[in-house]
């Protein structure tokens, strides 16, 4: 009884990181139209500047993360303004092979001036969860709830407001959506603004839990680009959908199998391709 | 002769019925024409015949074997080749490079053939050539052929699209739009050289169009479809007269 | 023209290994072969319209399976090199057969997710060496030539003409199937793949072609570099490692699979050589710099300089002629 709860207890805070990162993604790939493969470098910037602030400047960490996110941002938009926009008429290919190249002069500028690992920032909350008999490190909890309350909120926000149905407009039909008076270059930059800023803040929440390095943001993006595209490219709900189903087959096979359960995890992938090659909830570019 | 049949075909899309059993005889050597408004089903049902879609039900029959669900490749190597509305060929491809690749089922070269350049592949490609470059001289084209082919006239193009699907030597050509974008000399080319492949190669041409005056003129029996619906058939003039084609034509007017 | 090249390409890289005394600049040769017939592949994959980003895969399976085959079962290295292409071969062919019916974006996300699993097999798994790798991985026996006497295989000098014979071999066979009427189906099947079947192409037929070759000489490259080396770790085949196939193949451009792959993944190879000498961080900086740098200028590869070059150079003179 206790394994499952802490199975559960797991796979939530696991699906909670990478739904964070997978919506971002879907949501850059679904409005600007491209893979954002620098995501895991602005994930990284997030938790760098967050360890900066901490560790040598001393800053409160709730000001760090801020920081972090704004930081993260600008830096998202810089690439939206020079970058993305200019090649948006290009081939696709070349979109993504830019993104590609500045995160990783920006990873390997980051290397130079943090050399290889180095350990992570003191945790914020200290102490443990008691739920039943399973724990939980009060970190981990924190990390998990305000990564749901920021993704409902956003998911909220799409679903309601004005600004979320003109992305959700620009993303089935960009070219309706700029005759129906839609600013596209506000609404680009707003969802990078938000995909920067989730990023970032994963990132930034991450810190204290595990050690930092400037090239794990390589990982990190390919792991998300799976989810999005086993969620099914450009639809948030699938996102959310393979986000929950890779924490938990994550923490399932975690708890079961030690490090292989990486390689259960991408034979699912696989699997999932073979008989659904569109995802889970994919249908061409829609944002539902 | 039925040369090809659809058989009570019905498909359902994502909870739409694309098409009702759909039943349509085509006989052979006859030009026949598809007509309907717009989102009626028609490129469905060309996606069905060919290969493209599996139809949720329903069977076609072609040459009296049940093609139903079989590969689009295979079913083009049958005999049955279609053209395609937009995208009619190899955009970046030169002119002689279309008709080259179309030219695959006619003489397919082997893999080892192509790979060591055998005598027998050398022949194939030069026969391959030389037919590719008389439809170009026949086109009066030749000249370009090294050109780019998305450079070309539309009319050009699609007069290529047309030469590729007949460079496959088939029994049965389907053909979506063929005078789609045209204006009226080249409607005029285009429609005499689909009688002409009638006439003279005696195949058997389907085709779905929208210009009215063009089918009235070129086909034999015209087959109207409506919301997935099998409406009326007939000569060009019976179903001009028919009561509810006039319906449904004028129907989509007033909504519009 | 290009024969003329062509030739003194080849006789440069015979007479290469008299033309210097350091072996460090062997063994830099024999890395950009390597490379080179990576990227060669990636670019034939390319052709017919699908992108991988998993090329490191074959590579490590014909490493692994011709390292272990000559190891506990005193396999001959020249053996494993077949061997080797042979598995890799065997895994595209059962990769693609599954999984080439699926359009583009997706399958570039299955070779990565195929390349990530044969890593994590290889470095999880202590049959293929754990984490640690391979280690004493045995070097290719001497031959006997008759008449000539034994070649041993010493120094690098000798083994950088068995690349030479994997790279040559290699090269013949992907150009071959680029120049032929093979690779004007793949470049139509890549333009409309809709078209060419309705013409009676077999899209997988020839997409299975290509992407079993390219994993065939992925691997014998593989298994050559486990025999050159010695050693064999997982971490030389992660998804980095496949990116940097894809940016070598980039620059050196699409326009032709062999030159391409050669001089993109030379260039690339010599100057990340260059660089890791001052410092590893560098080389991150470089790739990306450089991709960037391709696509906003040159999106076809350096091989389309020469063609931009005259059109200017023709555009002028026309001015100045008018």
């Not at chain 2, 080259?100 to 490609?125: D, I, N």
């Not at chain 2, 026969?127 to 370009?144: F, H, P, Q, T």
């Not at chain 3, 057969?97 to 044969?118: D, K, N, Q, Y």
Request: charged share 15%.
């Amino acid at each position: 009884m206790t394994l499952i709860t802490q199975i559960i207890l797991n796979g939530f805070v696991m699906s909670a990181n990478y739904i964070m990162l997978a919506l971002g993604l879907t949501l850059i790939f679904g409005i600007l139209r491209v893979l954002n493969f620098a995501h895991g470098t602005m994930y990284v910037l997030g938790a760098y500047v967050v360890y900066v602030l901490t560790s040598m400047a001393g800053v409160h960490y709730i000001a760090a993360m801020v920081i972090a996110v704004v930081a993260t941002m600008i830096f998202g938009i810089l690439l939206e303004a020079v970058l993305l926009y200019p090649l948006s008429s290009r081939m696709l290919l070349a979109s993504i092979a830019a993104i590609l190249g500045v995160s990783m002069m920006v990873d390997g500028i980051l290397a130079f001036i943090f050399t290889g690992e180095d350990v992570a920032v003191e945790s914020f909350f200290r102490g443990m969860v008691w739920i039943g008999d399973a724990a939980l490190s009060k970190e981990r909890v924190m990390v998990t709830v305000c990564s749901f309350v920021v993704m409902t909120a956003l998911y909220l926000w799409i679903q309601r407001t004005r600004h979320g149905m003109a992305i959700r407009a620009m993303a089935e039909n960009p070219a309706v959506a700029s005759l129906q008076g839609i600013n596209v270059r506000h609404m680009r930059f707003l969802v990078m603004i938000i995909a920067a800023g989730l990023a970032a803040f994963a990132g930034a929440l991450v810190t204290p839990l595990y050690y930092l390095n400037p090239f794990m943001g390589g990982q990190i993006v390919f792991r998300a680009l799976l989810i999005v595209a086993i969620g099914g490219m450009g639809s948030i709900n699938g996102s959310i959908l393979a986000g929950f189903i890779f924490g938990f087959v994550e923490s399932i096979g975690l708890t079961f199998f030690g490090p292989l359960s990486q390689i259960i995890t991408f034979m699912m992938v696989m699997v999932i391709f073979i008989f659904r090659p569109q995802g889970l909830m994919g249908v061409k570019y829609e944002l539902h | 002769m039925n040369i090809l049949s659809v058989k009570k075909v019905t498909h359902r899309f994502k909870g739409l019925k694309a098409l009702s059993d759909i039943d349509i005889d085509v006989r052979e050597g006859e030009i026949l024409g598809i007509i309907g408004p717009n989102g009626a089903g028609k490129t469905t049902l060309f996606n069905v015949i060919s290969g493209f879609l599996k139809p949720t039900e329903g069977d076609i029959i072609f040459q009296g074997e049940n093609i139903t669900g079989l590969r689009p490749h295979r079913i083009a190597r049958k005999g049955l080749v279609r053209s395609f509305q937009a995208a009619t060929l190899l955009p970046l491809f030169p002119c002689v490079g279309n008709l080259l690749v179309a030219h695959h089922l006619y003489k397919e070269f082997g893999f080892f053939g192509a790979m060591f350049s055998t005598p027998s592949c050398a022949a194939r490609e030069k026969e391959v050539m030389e037919r590719s470059m008389a439809i170009l001289r026949k086109l009066g084209i030749e000249n370009y052929f090294m050109a780019t082919s998305k450079d070309l006239p539309y009319g050009y193009q699609k007069m290529i699209g047309l030469s590729m699907a007949l460079a496959t030597d088939p029994q049965v050509l389907l053909l979506d739009e063929p005078v789609a974008g045209m204006n009226a000399p080249e409607i005029r080319v285009m429609s005499e050289e689909i009688l002409r492949i009638r006439n003279e190669l005696k195949k058997t041409v389907v085709l779905v169009e929208h210009n009215m005056r063009m089918v009235m003129g070129v086909c034999d029996r015209v087959v109207v479809i409506h919301h997935g619906v099998k409406i009326a058939e007939g000569t060009p003039e019976e179903t001009q007269n028919d009561p509810q084609v006039i319906e449904s034509y004028l129907g989509i007017e007033d909504e519009g | 023209m290009q024969s003329v090249l062509f030739t003194l390409i080849a006789l440069g890289l015979l007479l290469a290994p008299a033309m210097t005394d350091n072996p460090a600049h062997i063994g830099m040769l024999i890395k950009c072969g390597i490379a080179s017939v990576l990227a060669m592949g990636w670019l034939l994959i390319l052709r017919i319209g699908c992108v991988s980003l998993g090329q490191v895969a074959f590579l490590a399976i014909g490493a692994y399976s011709s390292a272990l085959f000559s190891m506990k079962m005193g396999m001959s290295p020249w053996l494993g090199l077949l061997l080797g292409g042979l598995m890799a071969g065997i895994a595209a062919f059962v990769l693609g057969v599954v999984f080439l019916r699926v359009r583009g974006f997706s399958l570039a996300i299955i070779t990565f997710a195929f390349a990530e699993i044969v890593r994590l097999t290889f470095s999880n798994l202590t049959m293929f060496g754990g984490h640690g790798g391979i280690l004493d991985i045995p070097s290719f026996p001497s031959i006997s030539i008759p008449f000539v006497g034994p070649i041993s295989f010493d120094s690098s000098f000798s083994v950088y003409y068995i690349m030479l014979l994997v790279l040559f071999v290699s090269a013949l066979v992907m150009w071959r199937m680029d120049k032929s009427a093979l690779g004007r189906t793949f470049r139509s099947i890549s333009q409309n793949e809709d078209l060419v079947q309705s013409l009676g192409v077999y899209p997988l037929k020839y997409k299975l072609m290509g992407f079993v070759t390219a994993g065939f000489f992925g691997g014998v490259a593989g298994a050559f570099s486990a025999h050159y080396y010695g050693i064999l770790t997982p971490h030389d085949y992660t998804v980095m490692a496949s990116i940097f196939v894809q940016i070598q193949a980039t620059v050196g451009g699409v326009y032709s699979v062999l030159w391409g792959g050669l001089l993109g993944a030379s260039l690339m190879v010599t100057f990340e050589t260059q660089l890791l000498k001052v410092d590893y961080r560098l080389v991150h900086i470089f790739y990306g710099s450089v991709i960037i740098l391709v696509t906003f200028f040159l999106p076809d590869g350096l091989l389309s300089l020469p063609g931009k070059v005259k059109k200017r150079l023709k555009s002028k003179l026309e001015k100045v002629l008018a």
